[in-house]
C-alpha cells in the first residue's frame, strides 16, 4: 500500500497490486480475463498526477514487469493469451464458453487459465527479483 502523508500518497516500487478483472464477453462467447498492474491502492492517472510523488520508481518497475510478463506470454504460443498494451492492461485472456460444456467442464477449464496466469506473474516477479539481487 501506499502511504499516504499530508494528503499526497508515497509511490514506491512496491506500491502495486496485480489482478485479473474479469468479463463476460456474450457476443464472443468468452469469459476475459485481463491481468492488471495499477498502483495500491488504485489512483487514476489524473489523481496519481495531483496528489502522489514517486511516479517514477512505480512506472519504472511497472514497465520491468510489462517487459517480463510480455515476453513470458508470447512463450506460450497461445492465441487466447496475447500481451497488451494498455494503460493498466498487460494481458488479455480470451476463455472460451462452448454451448456444450458442462459447467464442470468450464470450471475446470477456467482453472487451467487461473493456473497458468497466476504461475507466469509469479515467475516473472522472481524473474525480476534475482535479476536485482
Known amino acids: 500500500m501506499a502511504p499516504k502523508e499530508n494528503g499526497t500518497f508515497q ?7 496485480i489482478h485479473i478483472e ?6 464472443k462467447g ?3 480475463l485481463p491481468v492488471h498492474y ?3 491502492p488504485y489512483l487514476p ?3 496519481m498526477e495531483k496528489q502522489a510523488v514517486g511516479q517514477e520508481q512505480y512506472f519504472a518497475k511497472r ?3 510489462k517487459k517480463e510478463i510480455h515476453q513470458r506470454i508470447r512463450s506460450l504460443e497461445r492465441e487466447d493469451m496475447t500481451p497488451y498494451h494498455g494503460s493498466n492492461q ?6 472460451p464458453i462452448h454451448n456444450h460444456m458442462t459447467v464442470k467442464e468450464w470450471k475446470e477449464e477456467l482453472v487451467d487459465y ?6 507466469q506473474v509469479d515467475e516473472a516477479l522472481v524473474a525480476m527479483k534475482t535479476r536485482e539481487s
Not at 509511490?11 to 497490486?17: A, Q, S
Not at 487461473?114 to 504461475?119: K, P, R, T, Y
Open 38 to 40: 495499477e498502483t495500491r
Open 11 to 17: 509511490l514506491r516500487e512496491d506500491t502495486f497490486d
Open 45 to 47: 492517472k489524473r489523481k
Open 22 to 27: 474479469g468479463s463476460l464477453d456474450v457476443q
Open 114 to 119: 487461473l493456473s497458468i496466469l497466476s504461475n
Open 90 to 95: 498487460m494481458v488479455r485472456v480470451k476463455v
Open 63 to 65: 514497465e520491468r514487469f
Open 30 to 32: 468468452a469469459l476475459l
